[in-house]
């Protein structure tokens, strides 16, 4: 009954995370019409999350086992609630991005303790249940949890999905206090420093190959994904009141489909299913963009591709990448990519902001621009992808042994894009 409970919260928190980083997309057109701001300034609020994710989990990495897992784990997810409650209350444009990059500081590194949690408290033959267990609380962020924000936003303002996770959280937080174990085995014991794991792991060359090949997807996914919740409204004529029924569409095709994703990519290789998802990725990224006026429900067909084949090809480059690194490793490896994950996302979603413009009506230009650089991107990274090797290992690395590594080995912030991917399959 412990172990349920603390699952449970575990969960929980999990969901709360997801669902803040990723409501703020779709709230794009709200955002940009109540603080007057451009497509360039939303980008910055996008990207000041993941950047503050990118570099908490760097420095966490070497200081989160200086404490017990009950003091990290409670203390980051009040910071995170604090951040969220900031966003709520954000009067002006200056003060929301501050209090994103309050929020992704915090939450960044969350999802790398959950993980940790688990590893701790559950014995390796119950470990695959109890992860698999954490993870529901992405898909369910995907396919409940951004919806019902939607329709809070649209219902009574931007504001209030942030005060409803605040208000959700509060108790969360509270059940952690009692739930959670001490878990200070890790305590005294020497470790070695992470700046040298990664000097380490940064100067293996198919590394860095695996590095490049997680860039080109983040970069290439951000650029675009940020922009069309607003793209969709202002130049296709989707009431802002059917964003949530698109989500809601998107996200349980993406639940069925990304397990076969995964069946696919053990069965056939992971490079062969990965170089046909990619060019059909690249092909709607494109699409998406051309969508005419009018055409909403061809606008949302387009996003339930385009988020199936994005978490399709993820499933498959994950397992290639955890494959490239051997196990001494995979720890370094993992809170670096981890870590590179959030910040290439913010490049992304930075540099869509630079290249669009908008109409004095609101409507968005140079989307075309954007789709190419996305799709152009993406198709770059099949030439990565075929050049990156799977390390000499003694046995086959699976799908399902690629999300068990990355969930024991990331210890720190960067699992919100990453996670969420790989463990819907």
């Known amino acids: 009954m412990k172990e349920l409970a603390l699952l449970l919260m575990l969960a929980a928190v999990q969901f709360t995370n997801i669902v803040d980083f990723m409501v703020i997309m779709p709230l794009g057109p709200q955002l940009m019409r109540a603080m007057s701001i451009d497509t360039a300034q939303f980008g910055v609020v996008v990207s000041a999350y993941t950047f503050a994710a990118g570099i908490a989990g760097l420095v966490a990495s070497s200081l989160v086992d200086r404490f017990s897992r009950r003091s990290a784990f409670l203390t980051l997810y009040a910071g995170f609630l604090l951040g969220t409650l900031f966003c709520a209350l954000a009067p002006n444009y200056p003060l929301l991005v501050a209090s994103r990059i309050i929020t992704g ?24 249940v109890a992860t698999s267990a954490l993870m529901t609380a992405f898909a369910l962020a995907s396919v409940a949890g951004v919806p019902v924000g939607l329709l809070l936003g649209n219902a009574y303002g931007w504001h209030a999905p942030f005060m409803a996770l605040v208000v959700l959280g509060l108790p969360v937080l509270a059940v952690g206090a009692i739930t959670l174990p001490p878990l200070r085995d890790h305590l005294g014991k020497q470790h070695q420093h992470p700046l040298h794991t990664l000097a380490e792991t940064l100067t293996h060359p198919n590394h860095l190959m695996a590095f490049a090949l997680i860039v080109s997807l983040m970069i290439g996914g951000f650029a675009l994904i940020p922009y069309i919740s607003t793209f969709l409204v202002a130049n296709v004529g989707m009431a802002e009141t059917s964003l949530p029924w698109m989500y809601v569409i998107a996200g349980a095709t993406t639940l069925f489909a990304a397990p076969l994703s995964g069946w696919m990519a053990d069965r056939y290789g992971k490079l062969r299913t990965y170089r046909v998802i990619a060019p059909f990725s690249a092909t709607l990224m494109m699409a998406i963009t051309l969508v005419p006026f009018g055409f909403a429900w061809l606008g949302t067909l387009l996003v339930a591709g385009l988020m199936v084949t994005n978490a399709a090809r993820m499933v498959a480059a994950m397992a290639m990448v955890t494959g490239s690194v051997e196990p001494r490793l995979r720890g370094g490896f993992m809170s670096a990519n981890s870590s590179l994950q959030h910040i290439a996302s913010g490049i992304g979603a930075f540099i869509g902001g630079l290249v669009i413009s908008q109409t004095s009506d609101g409507r968005l230009q140079h989307m075309e621009l954007v789709g190419l650089l996305a799709a152009g991107t993406t198709l770059a990274s099949l030439w990565l992808a075929g050049r990156l090797k799977r390390a000499d290992e003694s046995q086959h690395v699976t799908v399902a042994d690629s999300i068990a590594a990355a969930a024991e080995a990331n210890a720190d912030a960067g699992e919100p894009l990453q996670a969420q991917e790989a463990a819907r399959s």
């Open 105 to 128: 500081a915090f939450g960044g590194v969350l999802g790398g303790i959950a993980l940790t949690i688990i590893g701790d408290v559950f014995p390796h033959e119950r470990r695959g």
